[in-house]
């Protein structure tokens, strides 16, 4: 069984950063062969999917967000991150953490607010 808590989310003005942190607890082996990916919700939309990072090291992200949010992982820690810069009003959403394929585990999430 695999726990995910973020942490980091909070109030920011626009043009502003944040880094989100995900920390695995349970397994780590299954962390560090586990894609890894930060997902958004915003009110009265779907769940999207913000950035994604491999067991390799590859990275995927949605076009809203392509040089502006950098997703990093440390097999060593079982976290992942989401570093986010030039944050918009359009960013503000509930930031989760999700592991799969081996199994498919989310966190409870952060909340991100971004002031115009």
């Known amino acids: 069984q695999v726990q995910l808590v973020e942490s980091g989310g909070g109030l920011v003005q626009a043009g502003g950063s944040l880094r989100l942190s995900c920390a695995a607890s349970?397994?780590?082996?299954?962390?560090?062969?586990?894609?890894m990916g930060w997902y958004r919700q915003a009110p009265g939309k779907q769940r999207e999917l913000v950035a994604a990072?491999?067991?390799?090291?590859?990275?995927t992200y949605a076009d809203s967000v392509k040089g502006r949010f950098t997703i990093s992982r440390a097999n060593a820690k079982n976290t992942v991150y989401l570093q986010m810069n030039s944050l918009k009003p359009e960013d503000t959403a509930v930031y989760y953490c999700?592991?799969?394929?081996?199994?498919?585990?989310w966190g409870q999430g952060t909340q991100v607010t971004v002031s115009s």
């Open positions: 990072i491999t067991s390799g090291g590859s990275t």
């Open positions: 999700r592991s799969w394929p081996f199994n498919d585990y």
């Open positions: 349970g397994s780590g082996s299954i962390f560090s062969i586990n894609n």
